[in-house]
């Protein structure tokens, strides 16, 4: 089973800065690495798939990167409507699929 | 405009069966896989299972496998999630997605709240 780490846990940030949150891989996943915005009591939203893809309605600030076993999430310009966990998701070895464990992300 | 709506969510006892549904509408069901994540109370996200477009191929993470069974009725555009021998660590949030195989999940319904307990 692979597993994806994700740092930092935490990330405490002012609007405008840039967030950057990273998600490594236990093993490969080439680039089948998606990520998930998850704000209190809502669903999981897709941002990024297959590690640079934005998904449909998703704003050009964010941007994902990365291949192998190192993925990196961008947040270009933050807004307080970014505060949220953020979670990073591989199917490149598959089952299970499986989820990092998460960074929350906090606008001051 | 895609969307998936889960129901059957409920307080069952311990060793107890429940019977999650998720009907789809806004695109074609059966050109599409389709999964179950769940998410315990305050922690993250677990995939459960997943079927194939077609219905002939399922997985499951090794969690559940041989208590929960994966299926789809292409004719009611509905996703279910039938669940037996429940366990108090089967407690969660169950989602359905849209997606897996060789798609992300990209499209989440809001939910459905499974309580294991006496």
């Known amino acids: 089973e692979i597993v994806l780490t994700q740092s930092p846990a935490t990330l405490s940030l002012s609007p405008g800065e840039r967030a950057t949150l990273s998600c490594r891989a236990s093993q490969s996943v080439s680039n089948y690495l998606a990520w998930y915005q998850q704000k209190p009591g809502q669903a999981p939203r897709l941002l990024i798939y297959?590690?640079?893809n934005r998904a449909t309605g998703i704003p050009a600030r964010f941007s994902g990167s990365g291949s192998g076993t190192d993925f990196t999430l961008t947040i270009s310009s933050l807004e307080p409507e970014d505060s949220a966990v953020y979670y990073c998701q591989q199917r490149g070895n598959w089952p299970p699929y499986t989820f990092g464990q998460g960074t929350k992300l906090e606008i001051k | 405009e895609v969307q998936v709506l889960e129901s059957g969510g409920d307080l069952v006892q311990p060793g107890g069966s429940l019977r999650l549904s998720c009907a789809a509408s806004g695109f074609i069901f059966s050109s599409y896989a389709m999964s179950w994540v769940r998410q315990a109370p305050g922690k993250g996200l677990e995939w459960v299972s997943v079927?194939?477009?077609?219905?002939?191929?399922?997985y499951y993470a090794d969690s559940v496998k041989g208590r929960f069974t994966i299926s789809r009725d292409i004719s009611k555009n509905t996703l279910y999630l039938q669940m037996n021998s429940l366990r108090a660590e089967d407690t969660a949030v169950y989602y359905c997605?849209?997606?897996?195989?060789?798609?992300?999940?990209?499209?989440w319904g809001q939910g459905s709240l499974v309580t294991v307990s006496s």
């Open positions: 997605a849209r997606g897996g195989f060789t798609i992300a999940f990209d499209n």
């Open positions: 297959d590690a640079s």
């Open positions: 079927i194939s477009a077609g219905g002939g191929t399922t």
